[in-house]
C-alpha cells in the first residue's frame, strides 16, 4: 500500500481513506480492468428468449474472465458493478420474471453463471502452460489401474472435450435445468 501511494504521490494515510485494504485496492483493479471489455455490452436483440438473454450474459462473462485470468484471485463480480451491468442484469431479471422464473431463480442464475465463468477461467489459468495439472493427475491415476477396471474413465480421457464444448455443456445443462423448473 505503501508503494501504491508513492506512486500516487499522496500519503498512505490518504489511501486508507478511499480503500480499506490492499484486497479491496486489488478488486477495484480487477474491476475496472473488466469495464474495460465487452462484459457489460451483452444484450441480445429485441425479440430474445430468456433462453437467449441467459447464453449472452454467460458467454460476456466468461469471455470477460477468461480474457483476464491473472484478475481471478482478486475478481468480485457482484461488488463492484456497473451501472451499464446493473441494467443488463436487471433487464434478464425481467425477462425471466415475464417467463415466470420466480426473484430466488433467477438470483440463483444469475450466480450460477458466475460460477461457470469463473470455474472456466480457473480451468484455462491452470493450462495455461499445457495441460491442466488437474486432468494429468486423474489420467495418471487412471492409467496406473487396469484398462479393464476402468474402460469409461479411459474414454473420457481419450475424448476429453475442447473448453469452448465444456462451456456450451455446462450452459445447455443450466438452460435445461432452468426449463424444467417452468413446467
Known sequence: ???VARALDVGTAALYNHVRDRDELLALVAARILEETEYDDFEPPAEATWQDWI???ARATRVAVVANP???QYVRLTSAPTG???DRIERLAAVMDAAGFSTADVQHCVQHVYTLALGEAWQQALAADGEDPQFVEF?????ERSAADLPHLREMIAARPEAEVQFDFSLDCLLAGLER???
Do not use: E, I, N, P
Not at 489420467?139 to 492409467?143: D, L, S, T
Open 1 to 3: 500500500m505503501s508503494a
Open 55 to 57: 447464453t449472452a450474459f
Open 70 to 72: 491473472q484478475l481471478l
Open 84 to 86: 451499464l451491468r446493473l
Open 139 to 143: 489420467g495418471r491415476g487412471v492409467r
Open 181 to 183: 423448473r417452468l413446467d
